[in-house]
């Protein structure tokens, strides 16, 4: 199969047959921007073995590839549109991952309400790399920052926290407990893009916590120069989160800092929590108000009973 | 170095403080469109050891990567405006790789008036892949593709065909003579966005001519539905091709094959040829008329006295 074949059959059905992708027959896609609009772009680069397991799932390296990627145009409060995909395979993929890989795509396409618009692909002997460029669609002046929250907000979590993390340990049996939902919450997370016109309407500031809620909490921190308290006592996790701690094979920090966990963080001022909490009813989420944010400088602290503890870590990069 | 201190010392300054990246402090970028434009975006993927000498200099490879992908942009007839990044490092750059690379993007970001507006790096034991996705502005329904051209209209090239692939074989050592120029061909291509306006008003149809001359000229066959000859006595060749020619050690197969120019072809009508010739003066290109879209099944012919030839190898794919 050549690369002409290879996009014939595999990569243009991903177009879904919309205009903006010149059916992949062109060097370049052509986006439209409604007027009164504005284009939110996100882009991530995942390499097997570093963002996903080396021998994972084709289906499930794409839902993670677009999904994690959807999860930042979600916390800009925008509504997806389109993305750009360049795919550097380590060899020659045979038919059965590509059709798995593309299948994924195409459903997630279908939920999230999206479309691939273009891109590029190549072979070379080094890891499979896959990197993602995302659009989505915001009224103009509207895209929610991280940088607008302001001291008295809440500081609200739209789920649980932790669930990746623990999922990741029992795919890689560093945990020998059953958890489809934690496992789901690794491979196959969220985008909060569902409520994004909710986030846009309410939300000073929004984050996703990608790489741990402390670390999170203490970007929306610095962005919005203000400090941040989360009250630990606020936090509710999940079940199985929550059987973990008490057997103690898992700790609050671990859960706290574990990353790959993509639900948001929004900064929402006070009079307006009882209305988004009530817009957020009917999507699925669980959002809890777990702190908020104070005057003084930029600081993520963490409170229990009042009283500022010391985590051991809090958060990490990829780098 | 961490990740932060990457960003804020050498990526940070990418963006040459354009609101619309909003200091490359959250997950997003936004980008306005002018009403009445339309939004071209292009992407490409390179990995070293592929698209770009293993061994290369951080400079040239931050210029190839990014005039590549603007080619596309000025072939869309589409002007610059900004672009995404993604870098996998495959081992943890040093401060002097950075600098380079970041210095030569800077320095073309300054030529081809764009920046950039966002991006992802992460390090994994790969390859250096770098993903570029760049964005143009062209009036709404005015972007040029591959599929426009007439029967009747001429085939036109911005510049010399072949040069780039003299340069690669001198810096792989396969060809022992002297040319800068061919170097520069391959190293530090110049994208044709300085005239990507003339391009627009003219061209019916345009494509670069980066995998070679007559899988290009196929391209814009296929898209076009209609058949393109191209006449062999009417190409004149770089003063070092030439030379290359008359001493055997080029053959007009390698040169029309080899892939890496990035002139355009362009299908422009006969009657708008001298107007287009007149308007490209002083842009420093050197536009020849190398044959004439006619009717009939899609197909690049090469015609040498009015016959048609077959050459070794249409072109090349990365896949």
Redesign the interface.
Known sequence: M???T?IEKYFRPLTEGRAEA?NL?????????P?GH????????L?????FLADEKPEFIAHRALRTNLS??A??G?DPYAY?????F?KKPNEAWLKAFTSALRADQKEFKIFC???????????L?I?I?TF?I?R?DK?V???GAKPGDALILTGFVGDAMIGLKILQKKLKIKSPAAIDAYRKPVPRVGVSHIIARYAHAA??ISDGLIAEAQHLSN?SGCAVDINLESIKFSKTAETLLRSKKATVEELLTGGDDYELLLAVSQANVPALLKDLKGHDLKPQVIGAFTEGKPEARVLEKGRKITLKKSGF???
């Open positions: 050549d690369e002409f290879l010149l027959q062109d060097d370049a896609a052509v986006l439209g921007v007027p504005e284009l939110v772009v996100s882009s991530d680069v390499v097997a073995g570093t963002h930042d145009i916390a800009m925008a750009q995909m360049t795919i550097a380590d618009s273009g891109g590029d692909t190549t072979m070379a002997k080094g890891k790399t990197s460029t989505g915001a103009r895209a920052k991280r940088s984050i996703d962005a990069t990829h780098f």
